[in-house]
Structures are given as structure tokens and as C-alpha cells.
């Protein structure tokens, strides 16, 4: 979600008249939390992905997109 979308949605949620604030508050709390830890998977997953490859080049390893070594230097 971008950070609009995720804004809107906590708009959303916190507008909704059939719930009580303890529940409207949990409920954006908890929406919250789980976007924040999706970007942050989807961070962690693509530098980890750029860190292993990066070292592999230096020691001579051309690591393809499936994991696999393409070419030996």
C-alpha cells in the first residue's frame, strides 16, 4: 500500500461509527503495525537480496535473479 492508501484507511477506520474508540483504536493500531511490517519485509528482503550479491560479485560469482550462479569471472 502507499502511504496515501494506508491513510486512508486509518481515516476509514477511525470514522466508523458502529464500533467503540476502544475498538477503533485497536483495530488502526493493529492495521498500522502490519503495514509498517510489510514495508519493512519488503526493505529488509531487497537489501539482503542486493548485500548477498554484491559480495558474491567481489569474489567472482555472477549470482542470477533465481539464486543461481550464472557466470564464474
Known amino acids: 500500500m502507499t502511504d496515501r492508501e494506508i491513510l486512508d484507511e486509518v481515516y476509514n477506520r477511525l470514522k466508523d461509527r458502529n464500533r467503540s474508540p476502544e475498538q477503533k483504536m485497536f483495530s488502526t493500531v493493529s492495521f498500522i ?40 569471472k
Open 33 to 72: 503495525e502490519q503495514e509498517w511490517m510489510k514495508q519493512d519485509d519488503k526493505y529488509n528482503h531487497s537489501f539482503h537480496q542486493l548485500d548477498v550479491q554484491e559480495m558474491e560479485r567481489h569474489r567472482g560469482l555472477e549470482i542470477g535473479e533465481d539464486g543461481t550462479v550464472k557466470e564464474l
